[in-house]
């Protein structure tokens, strides 16, 4: 089992609905939890981080955590064409100075 | 502040050859990590220094070395290039270990034919 895993895609949603991305983790004692958004060709970039169970909001951006799963999750509400980008999930491993990323989910915002 | 810099942008070696990445940063960061990025693959990390003077492998560290050379710069070496190290290569810094907001350089295409 990956130890951070996510649904590589392509996940395809219309403009103006709620894009919902998910990531599991197998490290029970993961700490910190990060989603990073990346344009194609371009370098990742932080959008939100999550340290604790529940809900998370950031404008359009909600982080959701539930610990007892393993789960995070990232929901972008009123999606825009400008979210289309590949979305990463990082997670900090119980005692380790690093971040083990994701595959990548690419999300793609029809007009 | 420039951030995060990265040379060369694009590189072409063929096998066999050596090369070494450069990787700055200008935040007074203390610790800097060395990724690759494969299709479909995530970013995988190949060396970290959590502080200067101390270095550790990651997850895919064979065919690399690295130096901490300053605080402010980080490279990574290969030594004898493969085809399977043709990937892109992201330099990202943070201010210390426990904190993992990382700032990542442009890139590095490098393609080894």
């Known amino acids: 089992q990956k130890e951070v895993e996510q649904n590589s895609g392509p996940l395809s949603v219309p403009e103006g609905a709620i894009a919902s991305l998910n990531c599991t983790y197998s490290?029970?004692?993961?700490?910190?939890f990060f989603w990073y958004r990346q344009y194609s060709g371009k370098s990742p970039e932080l959008i939100m981080s999550?340290?604790?169970?529940g809900d998370k909001e950031d404008g359009r951006f909600t982080a959701q955590l539930n610990k007892a799963s393993q789960y995070v999750s990232l929901l972008i509400r009123d999606s825009q064409p400008s979210d289309s980008a590949t979305y990463l999930c990082?997670?900090?491993?119980?005692?380790?100075?690093?971040?083990?990323f994701g595959q990548g989910t690419r999300l793609t915002i029809n007009p | 502040n420039a951030g995060v810099t990265q040379t060369p942008k694009f590189q072409v070696l063929k096998t066999g050859q050596s090369m070494t990445l450069q990787c700055a940063q200008d935040?007074?960061?203390?610790?800097m990590y060395w990724y690759r990025q494969d299709p479909g693959m995530g970013l995988r990390l190949i060396y970290y220094?959590?502080?200067?003077?101390?270095?550790d492998k990651g997850e895919v560290p064979n065919g690399y070395n690295v130096s901490r050379l300053n605080k402010r710069e980080f490279s990574l070496r290969l030594e004898s290039a493969a085809p399977s190290q043709t990937s892109v290569y992201f330099c990202?810094?943070?201010?210390?270990?426990?904190?993992?907001?990382?700032?990542f350089g442009p890139g590095t295409r490098l393609t080894v034919t």
């Open positions: 990202a810094s943070t201010p210390t270990a426990a904190t993992y907001k990382q700032y």
């Open positions: 490290d029970r004692g993961s700490q910190s």
């Open positions: 999550i340290y604790s169970n």
């Open positions: 990082a997670v900090n491993l119980q005692g380790a100075q690093k971040l083990v």
């Open positions: 935040m007074n960061h203390n610790s």
């Open positions: 220094s959590a502080s200067e003077g101390t270095t």
